[in-house]
């Protein structure tokens, strides 16, 4: 599959129609998880807040997932020196800062009236804080080099080393004492969640995850034209 | 058919600016992302006419010099 989409056409041909298509199917799966969430009732402990969930764990969800893309296309950028690698990282590097930022906003949200506190310096918060300055980093980062390549090696590399942060992100929780709850969805034994919230949560975790898909694919097609724009502009400079 | 559990009760207060800018931050990225495609796009293909037409009038040019008696 990545060696049929790492040809730029072919990618372009595949994505022209997988963006629209992924998009409509993250606008049905997000609005029957809505649905479903919004009609189960409230948690015996904390009430309406559960509502959150549904909004929050999808979005923390894919600021992990988006780093590991930004990593994985990172790599391929900086070890097999392709193009459409580095478009691809560049363009995921915007929608995961995003997630991330929304992760801590509605996790926040939902710590004030449940924790008493709208923040704690635990590991879990904090490293998912050091998530949103990576991303937001390598943004930066490619931002303020103007050669291509130069940039592309330099955002590569520190993508590679910030993918130290996801099993910290991930495994905080177990590792350390912290006011974030522990693993509830993916652990040995199976999820501690109730069919009710864990139903909505699911059908919210793959509209998200075809969200960013088609997000992703968009932007990379944008990146994609902005190179090619930006080398025709430079063709027609020198002849 | 199942009610929607609209009343937060206390917890509005934070259940729906949750609610609120998560939409806006799907808002801010389709926005942003579907208009940088259309920018980028449009720039690419006038680039490539602005080409081609350069590349036809080069070629007429040539032709007519071919054709130029000696």
């Not at chain 1, 929304?102 to 008493?116: D, F, K, Q, Y």
């Not at chain 1, 919210?204 to 969200?211: E, F, P, S, T, V």
């Not at chain 1, 502009?233 to 020198?238: D, K, P």
Request: proline share 5%; net charge positive; aromatic share 12%.
């Amino acid at each position: 599959m990545i060696n049929v989409l790492a040809n730029p056409h072919r990618f372009m041909a595949f994505s022209k129609w997988a963006a629209p298509v992924l998009g409509l199917l993250a606008a049905g799966l997000i609005a029957v998880g809505l649905w479903l969430g919004l009609t189960a009732p409230g948690d015996y402990q904390q009430g309406a807040t559960v509502q959150i969930m549904y909004i929050h764990v999808p979005a923390a969800w894919m600021s992990m997932f988006s780093y590991a893309c930004l990593g994985g296309a990172s790599f391929f950028a900086l070890v097999f020196r392709h193009s459409l690698a580095d478009a691809a990282a560049r363009a995921a590097a915007p929608l995961g800062a995003v997630f991330t930022f929304l992760a801590l906003v509605t996790g926040s949200l939902w710590g004030r009236p449940m924790w008493g506190t709208w923040w704690v310096w635990d590991a879990r918060l904090t490293s998912v804080l050091v998530l949103l300055l990576l991303f937001v980093g390598y943004i930066a980062l490619r931002a303020s080099i103007d050669d291509e390549a130069k940039g592309a090696r330099a955002g590569a590399i520190l993508a590679l080393v910030g993918l130290v942060n996801l099993p910290i992100v991930k495994y905080s929780v177990d590792w350390w004492n912290t006011l974030h709850q522990g693993e509830s969805i993916f652990r040995a034994g199976g999820p501690t969640l109730a069919p009710v919230f864990l139903i909505p949560l699911a059908v919210m975790g793959l509209g998200y995850a075809c969200a960013f898909g088609a997000l992703w694919l968009a932007a990379t097609r944008a990146e994609v034209w902005r190179r090619r724009a930006a080398s025709l502009a430079l063709q027609a400079a020198f002849g | 058919m199942t009610p929607l559990h609209l009343e937060a009760g206390k917890y509005a207060a934070f259940i729906w600016p949750a609610y609120a800018i998560t939409a806006l931050g799907f808002i801010g990225m389709i926005a942003v992302t579907l208009l940088r495609a259309r920018r980028w796009r449009r720039e690419a293909e006038r680039l490539e006419k602005a080409r081609t037409a350069a590349k036809g009038a080069a070629a007429d040019e040539t032709a007519t010099k071919a054709g130029d008696p000696p």
